[in-house]
């Protein structure tokens, strides 16, 4: 993979990051709706990139559970209040476990 388009793909993420809480907010759906459309959208895409090399275990589906648990309370978070503070809870959530 060429530096330009490695750099590309590392522009258009943080595009996507940067812009994710604000079009969370825009949406009109409800939180439940815009998490599953996120994780749909997501899952036709690995589906897509990993073809064939995708092999379940329990481990993989308890770690997809609690990941899609993180996600959807995230996208809630970001429906009720603002996305700053959402993400500044998510932030510094391990200073919480300590």
């Known amino acids: 993979m060429s530096i330009g388009i490695a750099r590309l793909q590392v522009f258009a993420a ?24 996120r994780s749909g959208i997501a899952a036709v895409v690995l589906i ?4 064939g090399r995708l ?3 329990p481990a993989m589906l308890g770690t997809g559970v609690v990941y899609a648990a993180t996600l959807t309370l995230f996208v809630l978070s970001t429906k ?3 996305a700053a503070n959402a993400i500044f809870l998510q932030a510094t959530a391990p200073l919480y476990l300590l």
């Open 55 to 57: 092999v379940l275990s």
């Open 48 to 51: 897509l990139l990993l073809r």
């Open 80 to 82: 009720l209040t603002t």
């Open 14 to 37: 943080a595009l996507l990051f940067s812009t994710g809480g604000a079009g969370i907010k825009a949406a009109a759906f409800t939180g439940l709706q815009v998490s599953a459309l």
